[in-house]
């Protein structure tokens, strides 16, 4: 009966190690740390879940511009109906090359100038194809950030939180597991949540820049082509 009394004071006596305590009972330089990071990875995850949706939207708006765009039918028909309010970079690549090459026409300068408009159409391609990307890629050096720095945040909270504990063990002069546990599982919490930012990051931000590189090559690529029609267009009005 007595044992049984004194392991179930032993039990109500230990300390909670849930995360939650772990988080309430840390010191408050560890507990900005770990603010910190959760801040961190909740915008991550904001800007991951955004850009895949993104990219795949743009797959399927290039795939049927695409479609389009290859089935024959007039490019100044197309262009009134994507050229006001292009959806997508391909879109407003193709727009942007039509509407310099409407206004030269509308000029009568297509026979004169047949050189300086091709080099013009290609420049406003190229210019549009690099506002575009550009814009794609906002938020992706936060990313690249958090996926090195996090884990040297979350390390800096686990120094700072083991120093912390060194100095209460040393006040206390007690050195038992029982009282030196909590502490240390609170500094390390810190690490776990560095890595717990950083690892999906990392991984997001790999993909995420893959995607924009084939989706600029696509775009260099359809840029390529339309330059090669307006060549031939500009060769068979001269």
């Given amino acids: 009966m007595i044992d049984t009394l004194i392991m179930g004071g032993d039990i109500a006596a230990s300390p909670d190690m849930s995360l939650v305590a772990l988080f309430l009972r840390a010191d408050w330089v560890v507990k900005a ?24 939207k743009l797959q399927r708006l290039a ?29 407003s690549v193709f727009s942007a090359a039509m509407r310099e090459w409407q206004r030269s026409a509308s000029r009568g300068h297509l026979r004169e100038s047949a050189a300086g408009l091709q080099q013009r159409v290609d420049r406003v ?23 090195s720095a996090a884990p040297f945040v979350g ?14 063990i040393a006040a206390t002069k007690q050195t038992s597991l029982a009282v030196v546990a909590p502490g240390i599982s609170e500094a390390l919490f810190a690490t776990a949540l560095g890595l717990v930012a950083a690892i ?21 690529a ?4 339309f330059s090669s029609i307006i060549s031939r267009q500009l060769d068979e009005e001269a």
């Fill in 200 to 220: 999906p990051a990392t991984v997001a931000y790999n993909k995420i820049s893959t995607d924009l590189t084939r989706y600029a090559g696509r775009l260099e």
């Fill in 33 to 56: 740390v770990m603010i910190l990071l959760i801040l961190a990875s909740i915008w991550c995850w904001a800007i991951i879940f955004e850009k895949i949706g993104r990219m795949r």
């Fill in 155 to 168: 390390l800096f909270g686990t120094v700072w939180g083991i120093m912390n504990s060194f100095t209460s």
């Fill in 222 to 225: 359809f840029s390529g082509e």
């Fill in 125 to 147: 391609m190229q210019v549009t194809m690099a506002r575009e990307i550009e814009r794609l890629e906002k938020y992706l050096p936060f990313l690249a950030s958090v996926g």
């Fill in 63 to 91: 795939n049927k511009f695409e479609d389009a765009f290859w089935s024959g039918g007039s490019l100044d028909d197309l262009y009134q109906r994507v050229g006001q309010y292009p959806g997508d970079p391909m879109s």
